[in-house]
């Protein structure tokens, strides 16, 4: 099996669909199952349970990066965090008169 990566230069990188910052949310979020599953593993807990932990986690973390991938696009996890990082508004407490005038300049003595 052949599995192409990259499509072209200055695109960005691609994977079976997913894009850009999915492909390292997904890489990096099944490291840490299977982290998770060896700490599991060796502080003595079923090897059942474990199993299941891995196969559930894995199973959700698989859908969800491609659901986010298909929702936002390749820049949409970036501009959903611009947008949340903006003011929502602008206030200013300035009374409406101080808005029209204009400041004077003090001269200054030489």
């Known amino acids: 099996?052949?599995?192409?990566?990259?499509?072209?230069i200055g695109r960005s990188v691609e994977f079976k669909g997913l894009k850009a910052q999915y492909l390292f949310i997904f890489c990096g979020g099944l490291l840490a199952v299977f982290v998770l599953f060896v700490v599991?593993?060796?502080a003595g807990v079923g090897q059942a349970v474990c199993i299941g932990f891995g196969a559930v986690s894995a199973s959700i973390l698989v859908?969800?990066?491609f659901h986010?991938?298909?929702?936002?696009?390749?820049?949409?996890?970036m501009k959903l965090a611009a947008s949340k990082s903006r003011p929502r508004y602008i206030i200013n407490r300035k009374a409406l008169s101080r808005l029209f005038t204009t400041k004077r300049r003090k001269e200054t003595k030489r």
């Open 40 to 42: 599991m593993y060796m």
């Open 1 to 8: 099996m052949e599995y192409t990566i990259n499509k072209g």
């Open 63 to 65: 859908w969800l990066t």
């Open 68 to 77: 986010l991938n298909r929702k936002y696009g390749e820049y949409g996890l």
